[in-house]
């Protein structure tokens, strides 16, 4: 009993101080104990969580205080995301660590949830009315989260301008695919200094030259070695990139020898021995496929 009471006083305090590092983003003490509150309610065991459920976990009559945070108060979220960034790096950062891409959806039944429509979800695994968010993790051998995301906007949106207008998105939002939006996490993670060797995506996002070209010209601006892992589905070959074919190709059997690396690509329980290919590019940065034959890439 006296280990679970200090461990979670241990929590509360961390939490705290982590919401002291962005209480300076809200100008009225409301929203930042609203903040605080939210904040609680998200780690708390609760079986689902929404307005009511983080309400009630929090003593609060009603959801309204917890709406007004989300809905009405003015802050701006990226700055506090660079607080919590900046707090991750400060805890979990590695020059060995991880950059994990990948996007999932969130299942909608009507159609004024920003970036709503028929479209595939990974979560669902066909295509379902929702929205897709696209997210970049940090993964490290002392633990993992999430830094950045971006909502993908349809065309049948940001084509509606009006429509944009009801749900809250300005005018200058204009439509962007998921691999630009995923190279704009990766550049500001890389302008920010974030510490990394390794990014690691699914083929739809690394098997295109756009994340290569930015590693590349990363790694050559900074003499830093980063690569790329893509998975390739299962059943599927695994080619290496035209824009690859320059460096030697080696067959490795089992996993990456990088704890966070070995830890997004195959998951406790996962099978082995499994069969990568690493496709190298002159030792300035190593753009590797990585052909899972099997359960598949795990970065959820």
């Known amino acids: 009993m006296g280990g679970d009471l200090a461990d979670v006083r241990l929590w509360a305090g961390e939490l705290g101080a982590l919401h002291e590092r962005f209480v300076h983003r809200f100008n009225r003490e409301e929203p930042r104990q609203s903040a605080l509150a939210y904040m609680r309610g998200l780690v708390a065991p609760l079986e689902r969580k929404n307005g009511w459920t983080l309400a009630e976990e929090a003593g609060h009559g009603g959801p309204d205080r917890i709406h007004r945070l989300l809905n009405r108060i003015e802050w701006d979220a990226d700055e506090v995301l660079d607080d919590v960034r900046d707090y991750v790096v400060e805890h979990l950062?590695?020059?060995?660590?991880?950059?994990?891409?990948?996007?999932?959806?969130f299942l909608k039944k009507g159609i004024r949830s920003a970036g709503v429509q028929r479209q595939y979800s990974g979560t669902a695994g066909r295509t379902e009315n929702c929205q897709i968010g696209v997210?970049?993790?940090?993964?490290?051998?002392?633990g993992r989260t999430l830094i950045d995301r971006r909502l993908y906007l349809p065309t049948s949106w940001t084509d509606d301008r009006?429509?944009?207008?009801?749900?809250?998105?300005?005018?200058?939002?204009a439509f962007e695919t998921k691999v630009a939006m995923a190279k704009t996490m990766v550049r500001r993670a890389i302008a920010d200094h974030v510490p990394f060797r390794w990014v690691t995506a699914d083929a739809a996002y690394g098997s295109g030259p756009v994340l290569r070209q930015l590693l590349r010209s990363t790694s050559r601006a900074t003499s830093r070695r980063t690569a790329l892992l893509a998975h390739t589905p299962r059943g599927q070959s695994c080619p290496p990139p035209r824009s690859c074919r320059i460096g030697p190709r080696v067959t490795l059997e089992g996993p990456p020898s990088n704890p966070a690396l070995r830890a997004s690509v195959c998951p406790a329980g996962s099978p082995a021995p499994r069969r990568y290919t690493e496709v190298g590019n002159r030792g300035q940065v190593g753009v590797a496929t990585f052909a899972v034959r099997g359960a598949g890439l795990q970065v959820r």
């Open 135 to 142: 997210f970049l993790a940090y993964a490290t051998s002392r």
């Open 162 to 173: 009006e429509r944009c207008r009801r749900a809250g998105i300005d005018d200058h939002v």
């Open 93 to 105: 950062g590695d020059q060995d660590a991880v950059l994990i891409v990948d996007d999932t959806g």
